[in-house]
Nanobody, 119 residues
Framework: QVQLVESGGALVQPGGSLRLACAAS????????MNWIRQAPGKQRELVAS???????NYGDAVRGRFTISRDNAKNAAYLQMNDLKVDDTAVYYC?????????????WGQGTEVTVSS
């Protein structure tokens, strides 16, 4: 069984920064895509950023230029550096990994970490 644990959510003022982390544990052979997805109150989930196993990153239009996704394959971890935060970034942020265990791929989600941007 594989588990993702997120950390780093907090209350921050507009213009501030936060760094989210997500670490996987369990029976992991290889992690392919690592994604950060968020859901704001009353809104649908949206892709914030993703990174492939060879390091190619992709960002949602709302965060491009402000957020940076990275990964540490040795630690089975992904990070999301969020700068110049805006009130509209307020949401629960989930990490989502595509993980190969044995002979099967698994789409695994974290429990979510809350980010609140408010003055």
């Amino acid at each position: 069984q594989v588990q993702l644990v997120e950390s780093g959510g907090a209350l921050v003022q507009p213009g501030g920064s936060l760094r989210l982390a997500c670490a996987a544990s369990g029976n992991i052979f290889r992690i392919h895509d690592m994604n950060w997805i968020r859901q704001a109150p009353g809104k649908q989930r949206e892709l914030v950023a993703s990174i492939t196993d060879d390091g190619r990153a992709n960002y949602g239009d709302a965060v491009r230029g402000r957020f940076t996704i990275s990964r540490d394959n040795a630690k089975n971890a992904a990070y999301l550096q969020m700068n110049d935060l805006k009130v509209d970034d307020t949401a629960v942020y989930y990490c989502n990994f595509v993980i190969l265990t044995g002979l099967a791929f698994h789409d695994v989600w974290g429990q979510g970490t809350e980010v609140t941007v408010s003055s």
